[in-house]
């Protein structure tokens, strides 16, 4: 199976600061990386992946980089404004299952402006 | 449609009832999933339907849950006997097929056991 822990559970930034969350994962096998952000009252939504391909993937303010050797990844947004503010998910597939994905616990983001 | 569909957005039901939820996934995905996420938690794995195949219901907590594909598109999630600890936010997430690709969450039904 697959186990994915994600850190830190709440994390308050200044609007315009950058923000870190970072998840680990157990199953060296994974190749497949999505963060999804969940806001009140809504089910979570796609906003970046990434494959075991590259180290790297960046779209406007969010990035996303793996360390594939740690058994890592993080995601990065920068510039934040109080829009961001949500709860960001990170998984990765269980290639045992159909590759389902496990989620980590999540993180609650709040942007102040 | 457009996204998933889940339906009733909310369930209020007397502890002892059973419920049915409902899973309208994007046309032509092969892949669903049912998901789990109770107060400020994050999502528990509950069963996964994929094509014509058996579904995976490794992650069904007890006898009570259990959930239908028919056709290969609409889902059924059914809780017998609800307790209060099934209060939750039940979750539908649909794919193209069980590849590494995006899935497409719908909006969830929140289910409340009085």
């Known amino acids: 199976g697959e186990n994915v822990e994600q850190h830190p559970s709440t994390l308050s930034v200044q609007e315009g600061d950058s923000a870190v969350i970072k998840c680990t994962y157990s199953d060296s096998a994974s190749n497949y990386f999505p963060w999804y952000k969940q806001e009140l009252g809504k089910g979570p939504q796609l906003i970046i992946d990434?494959?075991?391909?590259?180290g790297e993937k960046k779209d406007q303010r969010i990035a996303v980089t793996l360390n594939k050797t740690a058994k890592h990844f993080s995601l990065h947004i920068t510039e934040t404004q109080p829009e961001d503010s949500a709860v960001y998910f990170c998984?990765?597939?269980?290639?045992?299952?159909?590759?389902?994905?496990?989620f980590g616990g999540g993180t609650r983001l709040m942007v102040k402006p | 449609g457009a996204g998933v569909s889940q339906s009733p957005s909310n369930k209020v039901t007397e502890k002892g009832k059973d419920v049915e939820l409902r899973c309208d996934p994007i046309?032509?995905?092969?892949?669903l999933y049912w998901y789990r996420q109770s107060l400020g938690q994050g999502l528990e794995f509950l069963i996964y339907?994929?094509?014509?195949?058996?579904?995976?219901k490794s992650g069904l907590p007890s006898d009570r849950f259990s959930a239908e594909r028919t056709g290969g598109s609409v889902s059924t999630l059914t809780i017998q006997r609800t307790q209060q600890e099934d209060s939750a936010v039940y979750l539908c997430?649909?794919?193209?097929?069980?590849?590494?690709?995006?899935?497409?969450f719908g909006q969830g039904t929140r289910l409340t056991v009085v």
């Open positions: 339907f994929q094509g014509n195949s058996a579904p995976d």
């Open positions: 998984a990765a597939p269980r290639e045992d299952a159909g590759n389902m994905l496990t």
């Open positions: 990434i494959r075991s391909n590259v």
């Open positions: 997430a649909s794919r193209v097929h069980q590849m590494n690709t995006e899935a497409f």
């Open positions: 046309s032509g995905h092969t892949a």
